[in-house]
């Protein structure tokens, strides 16, 4: 790992899910080696400061809230929303010099947002679209996974789904998927990577899905935002229906969302919601679905973790590329430029 930077600061990272963040109670995380605590003031807007009181450096988040503010556990100074210390109780006021650095921070498809890099340039337009996770044409449920890696091994996994047929050879895997070859195509700050797997019998979980007997066309489109987020766009269709050239009316689509939030060069927060198109009042649908998928990406929480001991133990041992990693190098490429446009 050595200590090069492993993330751009200057980016859009899901910290929280929109319900985890109360009134009641602050919440401590951390996003790109920056301590933060998030909170909901009483008209709802979020505050987001470095968790880390302006006195004596103890948690804010070990302390409570107090209307509009937070208070610290230690000395009781209180803090609003902007950082700025409105209450110093040994004093008769506030002590103006007192001040905690705030985050720009905004909600947006059901998660929380904060800019660890500098907020002058915390574009709202800047946040990747995971607009399915709250759009009316589509439902779905998703989960936080903490794991123990450098946040650009979950990006190499989902950029290359071919290890579906070898981690998850008994539920969406079958030799398809690492047989058919992608297309990879990088615009700006994206790389799409599509594969399209036609008239082939249907994996098991597409075959529930979709009701339906008879070959299916399926596709895996990847859709890559630097620095984290990946949307794959997933699905079958009856075989000949037309799904390859864009009428997907016959089939069942799905949009897998990713975020994956670096706490540290070693340790991440991936942030996951599996929509669908279909079955849209079926809560019984979405709660199978959520709780299938996170037994899937405990799969890949084992590789990755593995993975990460051993990049740890072999510093002097790169990774490795084959044919199959073109996406997740060009996406690694788009993260370096990132890291590397910044001070
Ligand atoms: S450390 Fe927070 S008030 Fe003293
Ligand atoms: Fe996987």
Redesign the pocket.
Known sequence: MGTAKTFPLNAWYVAAWSHEIGKREPLSRTVCDNKIVLWRKADGTLAALEDACWHRLLPLSMGWLEGEEIVCRYHGLAFDGAGTCTRVPSMDTGNTAAKVRAYPALERHRFVWVWPGDPALADPALVPDLHWNDDPEWVGDGKTMFAKCDYRLFVD?LMDLT??SF??ATSIGNKHVAETPMETIQKGRTVTSSRWMLDIDAPPFWRTQLGKPGNVDRWQIINFEAPCTIVLDVGVAPAGTGAPRGDRSKGVNGRVLNTITPETGSTCMYFWSLTRNYRLQDQSLTTFLREANAK??L??QVVVEAQQLMLDARVDRGLRNLNIDAGSMRARRLIEDMIASEP
């Open positions: 996994n290890h579906e981690v998850h899937i990406f799969e890949d």
